[in-house]
């Protein structure tokens, strides 16, 4: 059994989302012509909580959708296993708008520099910009997130895991072992 060290549960995960909501708000002065595009799985369901903060605190729904950038890496020849395609739904035109991506970890940078890629195949945003649960480090590329709910220092030999209960029926970060 892996080692595990428990780093968030459900109510810091919240007061995580709760504060990248607000820092939002603050560095965009308000919430209008932002687009928000989840990076499937878990980031697609963090993006969709942070809507829900973002309208309870400003009044009005933003639009929400989801980004699958598989196709855009740089590793999708270097791995033996197909990769399994998500949906990329982006509800609304993003030309001159703010379009922040939300991912559940970030590490090298990969994942975000090919969804940026895919975003400017949609068209021509005012401002790309970044919303991350946990930064664990380790970056390959030069991007940083705008909006980070946890950094977490890791070696490279170990993981870090979120569960949300959508998806694992569990609300918790922890790090473990490989």
Known sequence: MPDKRYVMDSKGLERALVRIAHEIIEKNKGIEDIVILGIPTRGVYL????????????GFEIPVGSLDA?????DIGFKEEQP???ET???????NKKVII???????????????????DFGRPASIQLAVLVDRGHRELPIRPDYVGKNIPTSMQEDVKVHLVETDG???V?????
């Open 47 to 58: 993006a969709r909580r942070l809507n829900d903060i973002l309208k309870t605190a400003e």
């Open 70 to 74: 598989t196709l855009y890496r740089d």
């Open 84 to 86: 399994i395609l998500k």
């Open 89 to 95: 739904n982006i509800p609304v035109s993003i030309d």
């Open 102 to 120: 939300v991912d559940d970890v970030f590490f090298t940078g990969r994942t975000i520099r090919a969804a940026m890629n895919v975003i400017m």
């Open 170 to 172: 569990v609300e918790e």
């Open 174 to 178: 922890l790090v473990e072992e490989k």
